[in-house]
């Protein structure tokens, strides 16, 4: 562990050296001085899939969420925040159960870093392969359902391009708009720690209290192709090595529980697709993003599977005098 904090801290302290915090260039255009409002709709899931040696697997996921978001970024800092509205999620709880979905981010750029960090919690989950278990079971039935498990990952990420001509946050926001055709390699360094809590009763033989933490390193090449007109699309995808660390509860016949711990080598890829208009005034724009990673202990493979979509709408605005003295503070901050 400590030779991975080692390894990833000379990473990061190479990234600023070799970095220019430029605000513009013949390649892309940094709109730092205005106020970006930014509105739209996003699906975000997180998919868990254990397979065993017979060859049995589960499919454990949430039920589809339209969440409903409002991000705002100035300057260094961005913040936002998501929930899910009712009347943008039909009722289909008889077929997967209830699902409740939150979200909050906060990220900041320095020194060419791209550094993001944000908070998901769900409630109830469902068995995607429900007919492994009931043969008899067809579309349109009710799945098995788990709806006392809650879920709350926290992730940590940061990135950094190789190459000036294309700055990571191009990757994930009109504040940056791409001025040539160009690409890069985008190195990125996230962690996610990952809860899940299941509040029904406990009865011998039963895990409860599951936690991931996982350190993963993502080696994806970037390609940006924009037209004059504004028009613009982005393309990204690679393979992501990295460490899972996992522990549970296992309860026993007086349910008394024993934490059992392993660590485990992780391999996936990740990959992400965007295109928009990036205009001077107004934006918008769709995207949509695949991260797949899987550790194997004693022939059980799991899999953590992270995916999305989004679309929005923003425009930029001059910022109000206390928005720019907070700006201020944190540029002489970092």
């Known amino acids: 562990m400590k030779l991975i904090f080692t390894i990833i801290g000379c990473w990061v302290f190479w990234g600023i050296a070799q970095s220019q915090d430029s605000k513009s260039s013949s390649y ?10 930014t509105t739209g709709f996003q699906t975000n ?8 040696p017979n060859r049995q ?27 899910t509205p009712g009347w943008a999620n ?27 960090l944000s908070r998901q919690k769900a409630r109830g989950y469902f068995i995607r392969n429900t007919k492994d278990f009931i043969p008899s079971w067809q579309p349109g039935q009710p799945y098995l359902q788990i709806p006392n498990l809650n879920t709350t990952l926290y992730s940590f990420q940061i990135g ?3 190459r000036s001509t294309l700055p990571v946050g191009a990757l994930y926001s009109e504040r940056t708009r791409v001025l040539k055709n160009t690409w890069s390699f985008i190195p990125s360094f996230s962690i996610y720690w990952i809860e899940m809590q299941n509040d029904a ?21 970037a390609f940006a192709m924009t037209a004059k007109s504004g028009w613009y699309a982005i393309i990204l995808g690679g393979p992501v090595v990295g460490l899972s660390l996992f522990s549970t509860e296992l309860y026993d016949a007086n349910l008394n529980s024993t934490v059992q711990r ?46 999305g979509a989004e679309i929005h709408i923003g425009t930029r605005i001059p910022p109000f005098r ?11 901050w970092f």
Do not use: C
């Open 28 to 37: 892309y255009e940094r709109i730092d001085s205005l106020w970006h409002i």
């Open 45 to 52: 899931n997180a998919e868990f899939l254990v397979r065993y």
């Open 57 to 83: 697997k589960i499919i454990l996921t949430p039920a589809t969420a339209v969440q409903h978001y409002v991000k705002m970024e100035y300057g260094v800092l961005y913040v936002k925040a998501g929930y």
């Open 90 to 116: 039909p009722d289909k709880s008889a077929i997967t159960g209830q699902n409740k979905r939150t979200e909050i981010g906060v990220g900041f750029t320095f020194k060419g870093l791209d550094i993001d």
């Open 160 to 162: 950094l391009s190789t």
């Open 201 to 221: 009763p406990m009865q011998p033989g039963m895990y409860n209290n599951d936690r991931h933490r996982d350190f993963n390193l993502r080696l994806p090449m």
């Open 262 to 307: 392993s660590s485990h080598l992780a391999l996936g890829y990740t990959s992400k697709i965007r295109a928009g208009y990036n205009g001077k005034k107004w934006y918008t724009g769709i995207s949509a993003f695949s991260e797949q990673y899987f550790t194997t202990l004693q022939d059980v493979r799991t899999t953590r599977n992270f995916s």
């Open 322 to 332: 206390l928005l720019k003295k907070t700006n201020q503070l944190l540029e002489k």
